[in-house]
Every structure is written in structure tokens, then in C-alpha cells.
């Protein structure tokens, strides 16, 4: 154990309740504009159902699991943990100031930027996972699952920050430009729950597609992309399965 790993410890902590905090402190002060709101004003039926949200949660506790996990003295200097502390940092990071900006300034290309890297972050975290030996209970319940479940999430995430920023920026984002941002994204989630055979990952991603399907029953009726997303949600976890 060395100043380092303290030190990269003590960062964990502080950016896993980070980006748990900022993801509500617009509720909390009560600012003009928060996520949801910018987000229902742009009115995409590739936003998924807003109880699917609830998987932040879900989220933060396993970041907070993470953190406890990698600050623990038999661990600090695990190679693998010592690796995915850094790149926890940096995704939780850009994560808390994609929550920070977005009420500020709106879904705008900064925010696209900002998912964006913290998406490949998360990727180069995923392949580092990948390349190790494989960990079974804790070890991977608090060491591993809360980075895949993450990178699930925001590799579906990314696909509709893009749509949102372009909708923003005045272009008109029509079913067939959201069916292909939804292709893109299943795309995405299948090859690298096959190349991680990660059902923890996958199931992320099945799981905002499944959200965008609620959505198009219950709110916006757009039978082309529930159609869509419902043929893709269960892609990227026949491919996790498959692979593993």
C-alpha cells in the first residue's frame, strides 16, 4: 500500500457521492431547470419511461459499494482495483458534471462531450474487466458489477443525448433518425456484452430499451420505435450469454 492508493482511495469515495449528490441537488435548491425537465421539453419518444430512471439508484448504491470495496486495506492494492479506482474517478467525475451542466445550460453539445468521454472511460474500464481474471462474489458483486452496470446504462444513454443535442441545436429529429440512433445503440450494447459476456452490462442496456418501449405504449404511441427498441432489448443479453 502506498500514498497512492490513499490517495485514489479517498478520490473514489469523494466521486461516488459526487455524482450522487449533484444528480439531485436541482431538486434540492429548487433550481429554474432540472434534468427531467430538459429532457421532457425536447419530447423524445426515445427517452425512455421516467420510472426507468430509477436504475440511478440502483447505481449510486453499487458506486458506494465499489468505493467501500476498493478503500479496504486487503484491497488497495489489488492490479485490478488499483486500475478500475482511476477509471471510476474519471467516469463518476464527467458523470457529476453532466449533472451539474445540463440544468444549467441544457442538453447541448458540452453535455454530448461530457457522456461521451465518460462512455469511453467506462469502455477502457470494461476492456480492462475483460482482460483480467475472472472474480466471483464480492469481488465481483462490489468489485466489477457496479462498472458494468454503469457502462450499460450509459452506452444506451449516449444514443439519446445525441438525439436530444440535435433536436436542441434546431435539427428535426424525426422516427427514422431516432430508429437509427436506437440500432446504433443496440449495436453498441451487443458487441460489447459479446466481447465482455457481461449479463450485468447487458441487462442495462435491455433495461432502457425496455424503458423506451413503456414509454411508446404508455405516453407517445410511436409503434415504429417501440417496435424497434422491444426487437433490440433482448439482443445484447442473448449476446452476453452466448459469449459467457
Do not use: C
Not at 448504491?61 to 467501500?68: C, E, Q, V
Not at 488497495?76 to 482511476?86: A, I, N, Q, S
Amino acid at each position: 500500500m502506498t500514498a497512492i492508493d490513499i490517495l485514489r482511495a479517498a478520490l473514489v469515495i469523494v466521486a461516488a457521492i459526487a455524482q450522487a449528490v449533484v444528480g439531485s441537488w436541482p431538486q434540492w435548491r429548487r433550481w429554474e431547470h432540472s434534468v427531467p425537465e430538459r429532457s421532457a421539453r425536447l419530447h423524445l419518444p426515445i427517452v425512455p419511461w421516467p420510472p426507468f430512471f430509477a436504475i440511478w439508484g440502483v447505481i449510486f448504491l453499487a458506486s458506494f459499494g465499489f468505493a467501500i470495496w476498493h478503500a479496504l486495506p486487503a484491497n488497495l492494492d489489488d492490479p485490478l482495483l488499483r486500475m478500475l479506482g482511476w477509471f471510476a474517478v474519471a467516469a463518476w467525475t464527467l458523470n457529476a458534471a453532466w449533472e451539474w451542466h445540463v440544468p444549467r445550460r441544457d442538453i447541448d453539445w458540452t453535455s454530448l462531450v461530457l457522456i461521451a468521454a465518460a462512455l469511453a472511460v467506462l469502455l477502457a474500464a470494461m476492456a480492462t474487466i475483460g482482460r483480467a481474471p475472472s472474480e466471483r462474489g464480492l469481488s465481483f458483486w462490489l468489485g466489477i458489477a457496479p462498472i458494468q452496470l454503469l457502462s450499460g446504462w450509459i452506452s444506451a444513454a449516449v444514443w439519446v443525448n445525441l438525439g436530444s443535442t440535435l433536436k436542441w441545436s434546431g435539427v428535426p429529429v424525426r422516427t427514422a433518425w431516432q430508429i437509427v440512433l436506437l440500432l446504433g445503440a443496440g449495436a453498441l450494447g451487443s458487441m460489447v456484452a459479446w466481447l465482455s459476456g457481461s449479463p450485468v452490462y447487458a441487462g442495462a442496456i435491455a433495461w432502457a430499451l425496455a424503458g423506451i418501449v413503456v414509454q411508446n405504449i404508455v405516453r407517445d404511441r410511436n409503434l415504429p420505435i417501440s417496435l424497434t427498441a422491444a426487437f433490440l432489448a433482448p439482443a445484447a443479453v442473448v449476446a452476453a450469454l452466448i459469449s459467457s
